[in-house]
């Protein structure tokens, strides 16, 4: 049903991180990975008493190279596309155009072969952790040599194409690195909020925020780390802490707005160099949540345990509660759960005798919803549907013209001013002027030094390009 989909689009994105991968760097956090061949982290932990030296060393291929700041961004719904179907095994199916939706990226040939290159540095990637990749089912740090994806295989695929037939969205695939995969096998994987995630501004605060997720895992409210170890771990390019510190202030700034950092200070630490100090939100408490799941439903996702308090809360039962959320998909028991409160909020007749026992039918039987609430959802979900067409519109408009300045250089000046001069000739002769050669190579030159010279000045140059409403065949 068309509207039961649209009304799916309305649930949380959920997704997961990796633990080692989320708390060492694997990307660059910038756009392009020309002027770096590898990322280097050390640092020195101490087991049984004794000092052990970690290192961490990211390689590209030499025909791909690093891995870049969308690349992580890939790897989260790659993640979230391995979640939803339990990491039941190394290969996973994936469809470009639900990849690309997900990501926020236009639903084109561009997004599909920037799919295609991201696919190609996280398959060319190697990581070489000594005493640094944590072995959940060992229960100890070990050294290893391993890769993130080993391979993909990607079959034609329309862009744009919302329907396919079923055969063709089980085609293209890709898989995990052995690895890897044994490391989420093991359970040393976290729920990540993708779209919290995605909904961030910039690569340093995405890496902030997966970095620092970790590190409050389990309800800590506190964490603190030494400003140049941090600088490596995301990684910046800036050693100075002045240099640091302005470098994290707008994701700082963001993730307090957000509510998901309470607060920042700075502190010199014993050792006298200065460090860095994370107040978390009391609010969050996950570690109390984490630690009641496991008592009342071992074996149950993050995902289902919420699923299981939402229902309690509406006077299910504790063992019927436990009962629709392992017999019935997720998305079955959201969707009832809204509909019911739905009606709750219209005083409907249908749950004034039994509220609790309605709303256990609606999701053993999977109740139809009153035509009123598809219209009612169906309005709401337009509404999202367009202004998300606006905000994708937005980030694709703003690299398109990051595209633009990073290449600037390669257009000469005399071809910038070619149409500009080209339109003053003809409005001269127009007038009856007729302007000769000199006057002609004046107005160039003059066209030229008006050329914008800071970025700046790049940008507002290149923006009048690219309109803020999207175009007509913008999906």
Not at 104 to 122: A, C, F, M, V
Not at 125 to 133: E, G, T, Y
Not at 313 to 318: F, P, Q
Request: net charge positive.
């Amino acid at each position: 049903m068309d509207n039961v989909k649209n009304n799916q689009r309305l649930l949380a994105i959920s997704s997961k991180d990796e633990m080692n991968l989320a708390e060492f760097p694997f990307t660059l956090l910038s756009k392009s990975n020309e002027s770096q061949e590898t990322i280097e982290f050390l640092d020195w932990i101490t087991v049984d008493r004794k000092p052990v030296k970690r290192e961490w060393i990211v390689t590209g291929s030499d025909k791909f190279g690093l891995p870049t700041a969308a690349d992580e961004e890939l790897y989260i719904a790659l993640m979230k596309v391995s979640k939803d179907v339990a990491f039941e095994n190394r290969r996973v199916p994936i469809v470009r155009y639900q990849l690309a939706k997900l990501l926020g990226w236009g639903l084109d040939g561009k997004s599909y072969e920037r799919i295609e290159q991201g696919l190609d540095r996280l398959s060319g990637v190697r990581i070489k952790a000594k005493n640094a990749f944590w072995d959940n089912a060992k229960k100890k740090y070990v050294t290893v040599n391993f890769g993130i994806i080993d391979d993909y295989y990607l079959y034609d695929e329309k862009p744009g194409k919302k329907q396919m037939a079923q055969e063709e969205l089980s085609l293209s695939n890709f898989s995990w690195n052995e690895v890897l995969f044994n490391s989420f096998r093991a359970g040393n994987i976290k729920t990540v909020d993708a779209e919290f995630y995605f909904s961030l501004k910039s690569p340093v605060t995405k890496r902030l925020y997966r970095f620092l997720d970790k590190k409050k895992y389990g309800g800590k409210p506190r964490f603190e780390i030494g400003i140049k170890k941090l600088s490596a771990l995301l990684p910046l390019r800036d050693s100075y802490p002045s240099h640091i510190k302005l470098a994290l202030e707008k994701s700082h700034n963001e993730l307090m707005d957000k509510g998901f950092i309470k607060k920042v200070s700075y502190e010199k630490a014993k050792n006298g160099e200065e460090k860095v100090i994370y107040g978390f939100p009391k609010a969050q408490a996950k570690g109390q949540t984490l630690g009641m799941r496991e008592c009342l439903l071992p074996g149950f996702s993050d995902d289902n345990f919420n699923l299981y308090q939402q229902l309690k809360k509406r006077g299910i039962s504790d063992r019927v509660a436990k009962a629709l959320v392992r017999d019935y998909h997720p998305n079955q028991v959201k969707m009832q759960i809204e509909i019911f409160d739905w009606l709750r909020e219209q005083k409907s007749p249908l749950i004034n005798k039994s509220p609790a026992g309605f709303l256990r039918k609606s999701i053993e039987e999977y109740y139809e919803p009153p035509k009123e609430y598809f219209s009612q959802h169906e309005r709401r979900s337009r509404e999202i549907e367009a202004n998300n067409r606006i905000a994708r519109w937005m980030k694709y408009r703003e690299e398109l013209i990051e595209s633009d300045i990073a290449n600037w250089d390669k257009t000469l000046p005399d071809d910038r001013v070619a149409g500009r001069l080209k339109f003053w000739t003809a409005g001269e002769n127009i007038n009856g002027r007729q302007p000769n050669p000199e006057q002609v190579e004046r107005k160039r030159q003059e066209f030229i030094a008006s050329l914008p010279k800071t970025d700046e000045e790049k940008w507002e140059h290149v923006a009048r390009n690219y309109p803020e409403d999207p175009p007509e065949d913008f999906e």
